[in-house]
């Protein structure tokens, strides 16, 4: 039997966390998801390091929600050091962002990101982005067995 895909959302705004949260829900799906509130706290937990040293051995992550403007460390930098580790490399990284900056979707995309997604502003539009994502990246991509 196939390990439930778990999911890393990396979101420092509780609104948008909650939005994403409600959205994945409403969508049916029950993927075991965990949050990360700032850039540090999500290497920490992908790496197993930290806070989370516990998690050495648990099951890896299989997807990452990434937010790019994020507290201490930020999202470009959480994404490249993902890309550039043996252990998280092949991790599928959806940018879901508010920036529109060309320079942070050259940046993403030249450091490995899968998908460059600008939140929406509606919130109906938000919920279905969340949605299409959770379909498409838990139910339609094939991904490496691991």
């Known amino acids: 039997m196939a390990r439930p895909i778990e999911i890393l959302l990396v979101e420092d705004n509780a609104d948008e966390l909650e939005l994403t949260v409600g959205a994945l829900e409403e969508s049916g799906f029950d993927n075991p998801l965990h949050v990360a509130r700032d850039g540090a706290e999500a290497l920490e937990f992908l790496f197993a390091e930290g806070r989370y040293e516990g998690r050495a051995g648990q099951p890896n992550v299989r997807l990452v929600l990434l937010d790019l403007k994020l507290p201490l460390i930020d999202g470009i930098e959480v994404l490249g ?10 991790v599928p990284v ?53």
């Open 81 to 90: 050091r993902l890309k550039a580790d043996e252990r998280t490399r092949a």
């Open 94 to 146: 959806v940018v879901l962002t508010s920036s529109r900056e060309e320079s942070d979707l050259v940046a993403t995309y030249d450091l490995g990101a899968n998908s460059y997604i600008v939140k929406p502003v509606d919130v109906e539009q938000f919920v279905a982005a969340i949605s299409r994502i959770g379909m498409y990246w838990m139910i339609l991509n094939e991904r490496v067995p691991r």
